[in-house]
């Protein structure tokens, strides 16, 4: 089925549709945390910084985001939107119109250095284990990569093959390849292509 369209990225359990007022608070709280994590880092983002740059109360912060890694995923909305636009939306191989092991290989390529550009706030983002599943970018990605499983014929379990390509496109595990095992990307997308053409064969 032709994809159409990028699938909204916000934290879960937040509410589809705002009202005009809560977007603008919202939008401001965000500007007020990217501006510190520019200016300090992810590690130093709390939800106190963000309520004091931005003159609220933290009641708001935790109100409008649940906790921290609430307010650190939707710092990465605006960030992983772009990536989801070229895979659903941009040109191929990328995006619509190639074949599906094009389409693999080029996913791959694509998110590993997209992911490598925005790490600590990707790792940051994480949260617990048990919660990790549940980020709408993984969500959005293992669907993505499950449709062009099944398009692909593969003779296997397309959802649990989506999440062992998803594995070896892990942040952690990419930083501890690229920092820890001098790794370049390089590599990493040559192993990806193996990757997918082992699965797909």
Do not use: C
Request: cysteine-free; hydrophobic content about 40%; aromatic content about 4%.
């Amino acid at each position: 089925m032709p994809e159409r369209r990028v699938l909204p990225l916000t934290p879960i359990g937040e509410e589809p549709r705002l009202r005009a007022d809560a977007v603008r608070n919202r939008a401001r709280l965000l500007a007020a945390a990217a501006r510190l994590a520019e200016e300090h880092g992810i590690e130093q983002l709390t939800m106190d910084a963000v309520a004091n740059a931005a003159a609220v109360g933290k009641g708001t912060v935790f109100r409008r985001f649940g906790d921290r890694v609430g307010l650190l995923q939707a710092l990465l909305d605006h960030v992983e939107v772009r990536f989801q636009s070229g895979f659903l939306q941009g040109d191929p191989p990328l995006g619509p119109g190639a074949a599906p092991r094009d389409r693999l290989v080029a996913f791959g390529a694509e998110a590993l250095r997209h992911d490598q550009a925005h790490l600590e706030l990707y790792l940051a983002a994480e949260g617990k284990p048990e919660r990790r599943y549940l980020t709408p970018s993984i969500r959005v990605r293992h669907t993505h990569l499950t449709m062009l499983l099944r398009e692909s014929g593969t003779s296997g379990d397309p959802e649990l093959l989506g999440h062992t390509l998803l594995g070896y496109l892990d942040s952690a595990l990419v930083r501890h390849l690229v920092a820890q095992r001098g790794m370049s990307l390089e590599r990493l997308e040559s192993g990806w292509v193996d990757l997918v053409d082992r699965v797909l064969n």
